[in-house]
């Protein structure tokens, strides 16, 4: 240090007090820091930090020590020091804590005009944030009104030592060249299934939304598309609902393909194990991916089919913020790599009929003929069928279904569908079972009070003076009808026969193909060898009557899902539902027409302004908050707000209410940036009270 950098001692000071005031700065300017060489050519690194707040939802630069110029890549894991205040000219950082982070590119300058902080620490020379994955997330953050980092959390699994440490494996003896061409197989039975595995082997993109047959041939179908999208050199992704899924296309494609050719990604695998096998689609070693929610991020390497099978199953709907539902992402997808779409299942929701309305995907089903020799029987038991039946009183099984059966377990296993307790019943018409709607909003009506009037819930406002818009009557009922059974009474109406059960105390997989009753809630039936010999639909307005927009269309599909489980009609297979006839769902079912369905409600929706014709956003929260969050929001022109209405909440827990939002087609991206905005502003200043935002929420009711 130069002596004229030294303060100018008191006049009046001794020697020895000036020597050691010299001394003293002497040590201060050698214990201060040096500041840090950095990088020459790109010594700046833009970053997304690991906080999931709207106001922080931005790159950060920092300043790239030369020691970490070689492993600083892009799409590597950094840590970095967050928070704070640089200290000008000594490269450093005081306060603020290290968190996580991705570099999403290196800079030769940053547009920041203070000093840069420079990365902490390289966490691993690994590149798991690829571009095209970036991409991805950014554009979920955006139409699910969330922040990137959210969505990376998602994405981009946790990272494992052990596996990052093994040596990359080869590409196996699976790769393109070493492929062949799969025959049609059971895309024979469907009018465009040969075209379609066709073009997959061609190189080029079709998209169709695939009406399934019953039956068990589906994981079959779905591994010969995959197959033939590796032949084209390109890579393969398909979601399924639930593990029991994943392990039977996981079997197809293996004796399809051989091992080594695809893998698997399910939460059973442990942590460890699927980092492993997601390291191996990221490197490209594998190509073709089948698993569940979380593996709709897969970087698969040149991305040629995304398929969904089951996309109506709740499973598909991530409950992490922000929230984004698999079939989006994988359409989102489809669309920025320009990679073919298929979206299947033995039910066709709304959504997939919203698809082929605008001709962005082609219908893919069989021809009447082909159904009808696939399906099984359908018997109907309404409450009128119920009104003189006295084992249907004293049992509380109709005849019919009884008789169904015992005829049935002569052959083989027979499926018993019991829905799940606790569902609230919703009000409809008492003549023509039509849903009690608001004549303001269309949204339900429900009667909190049974002396006061109906309220919607939705908009919250009274109705005074409802009547049915379908028949013109003034009646409402609530109850549930039809027979109900549990396991017990099935043992007692059949001593003779074992019966097992399948649902949240354990979950089978399969059952034998000799006489039981299985008795299985919804989505949790196992698969029969040989099929089942009939099927039995208990309680259908259990499901019928939940106070949700997706009633009709979740509980078609729960039966659809289970009937196609039974033997075709040519072998005997029978199911018995026991439901009023003249349902809608009732009657999709009978024909097994699940694509009629989905266009009828479609139309509907349309008509009444819902989801997904339009754009909808739920808002909750603490009254207060709510009111805030909306006032600081610049919805969009023509925005409807509907509400606000009560939650309910448990015993003791502070009041949450809930707005929907309602905006016209295409204007759902301003709505999410108008909500994102509105998030941000108010935690940027300092509201600490939580809202909750959802964009198009399932559960609409």
């Known amino acids: 240090m130069a002596h004229s950098d030294l303060p100018e001692p008191p006049a009046e000071s001794p020697a020895s007090e000036q020597l050691e005031l010299i001394r003293t700065e002497l040590r201060r300017a050698k214990a201060r820091p040096k500041p840090k060489p950095m990088a020459e050519g790109l010594p700046v690194a833009r970053v997304v930090v690991d906080k999931g707040l709207s106001h922080l939802?931005?790159?950060?630069?920092?300043a790239v020590p030369a020691r970490l110029d070689e492993a600083a890549q892009p799409g590597v894991r950094v840590r970095v020091r967050f928070g704070g205040r640089v200290v000008?000219?000594?490269?450093?950082?005081?306060?603020?804590?290290?968190?996580?982070?991705?570099?999403?590119?290196?800079l030769a300058a940053s547009d920041f005009a203070g000093p840069l902080a420079p990365l902490a620490?390289?966490?691993?020379?690994?590149?798991?944030?690829?571009?095209?994955?970036?991409r991805l997330c950014r554009a979920v953050a955006d139409r699910y009104a969330g922040t990137l980092a959210d969505v990376l959390q998602l994405a981009v699994p946790p990272k494992h030592n052990k596996p990052e440490s093994e040596p990359v494996a080869e590409t196996p003896t699976g790769a393109a060249s070493a492929i062949t061409a799969p025959e049609p197989g059971g895309w024979a039975r469907y009018v465009d299934g040969p075209s379609f595995v066709r073009a997959l082997a061609d190189g080029e993109s079709p998209r169709a939304v695939w009406s399934a047959l019953p039956g068990p041939g589906w994981p079959d179908e779905l591994a010969r598309v995959v197959a033939a999208t590796l032949v084209s050199g390109r890579g393969a992704l398909v979601v399924l609902p639930d593990g029991r899924a994943v392990a039977r296309l996981d079997a197809a494609l293996d004796a399809l393909l051989g091992p080594g050719r695809h893998v698997a990604l399910t939460a059973e695998l442990g942590a460890e194990e699927r980092y492993r096998r997601w390291l191996a689609v990221s490197r490209g070693t594998v190509r073709a991916v089948v698993g569940t929610r979380a593996a709709m991020f897969a970087p698969v390497t040149d991305l040629g089919l995304v398929?969904?099978?089951?996309?109506?199953?709740?499973?598909h709907s991530e409950p992490h913020a922000p929230q984004p539902q698999a079939r989006d992402v994988l359409l989102l997808r489809a669309a920025e790599a320009g990679a073919a779409a298929l979206v299947g299942g033995f039910a066709v929701t709304v959504e997939a009929a919203q698809l082929l309305r605008t001709g962005w995907a082609?219908?893919?089903?069989?021809?009447?003929?082909?159904?009808?020799?696939?399906?099984?029987?359908?018997?109907?038991?309404?409450?009128?069928d119920q009104a003189g039946d006295g084992a249907a009183l004293a049992a509380r099984l109709p005849s019919l279904a009884w008789r169904v059966a015992r005829d049935a377990l002569a052959q083989g296993p027979v499926l018993v569908q019991v829905p799940r307790r606790g569902y609230v019943p919703r009000l409809a018409c008492a003549r023509c079972r039509e849903q009690a709607r608001c004549a303001h909003c269309a949204g339900p009506l429900e009667a909190p009070d049974a002396s006061g009037p109906l309220l919607c819930t939705w908009c919250g406002r009274p109705e005074a003076d409802w009547h049915c818009r379908e028949c013109g009557s003034f009646r409402l009922r609530a109850q549930v009808f039809g027979a109900r059974r549990t396991a017990d009474e099935l043992g007692r109406a059949f001593p003779a026969v074992p019966v097992r059960t399948s649902g949240r105390d354990g979950v089978l997989a399969t059952v034998p193909d000799t006489p039981a009753l299985v008795v299985a809630t919804p989505g949790a039936e196992p698969v029969a060898e040989g099929g089942y010999a009939a099927a039995l639909l208990l309680d259908a307005w259990v499901l019928l009557g939940r106070p949700d927009l997706r009633a009709g269309e979740e509980a078609?599909?729960?039966?659809?899902?289970?009937?196609?489980?039974v033997r075709g009609a040519a072998e005997g297979g029978t199911v018995a539902i026991v439901a009023e006839p003249s349902l809608r769902p009732v009657q999709a079912l009978v024909r097994w027409d699940p694509a009629g369905h989905a266009a009828t409600e479609l139309a509907e929706r349309a008509e009444l302004g819902f989801p997904p014709v339009s754009r909808m956003a739920a808002v909750s929260g603490a009254p207060a908050a709510v009111r805030d969050l909306l006032d600081l929001a610049r919805l969009p022109e023509g925005t409807d707000l509907l509400g606000p209405v009560s939650v309910p909440v448990a015993r003791g827990e502070d009041r949450v209410d809930r707005m929907l939002l309602r905006v016209a087609p295409g204007r759902g991206a301003a709505l999410a940036t108008a909500l994102k905005a509105a998030q941000a502003a108010r935690l940027a200043r300092g509201k600490s009270e939580p809202v909750r935002v959802r964009i198009d929420p399932p559960d609409i009711g």
């Open 57 to 62: 939802d931005q790159y950060f630069d920092y």
């Open 88 to 106: 000008k000219g000594q490269g450093r950082r005081e306060g603020g804590r290290l968190v996580d982070g991705f570099i999403v590119e290196r």
């Open 556 to 565: 078609l599909r729960r039966w659809l899902g289970a009937s196609a489980l």
């Open 362 to 384: 082609r219908p893919l089903a069989a021809v009447r003929e082909e159904v009808r020799r696939a399906a099984p029987l359908v018997r109907t038991v309404g409450d009128h």
């Open 121 to 134: 620490q390289v966490l691993s020379p690994e590149r798991v944030l690829s571009p095209e994955l970036l």
């Open 307 to 315: 398929a969904i099978w089951d996309d109506g199953d709740s499973s």
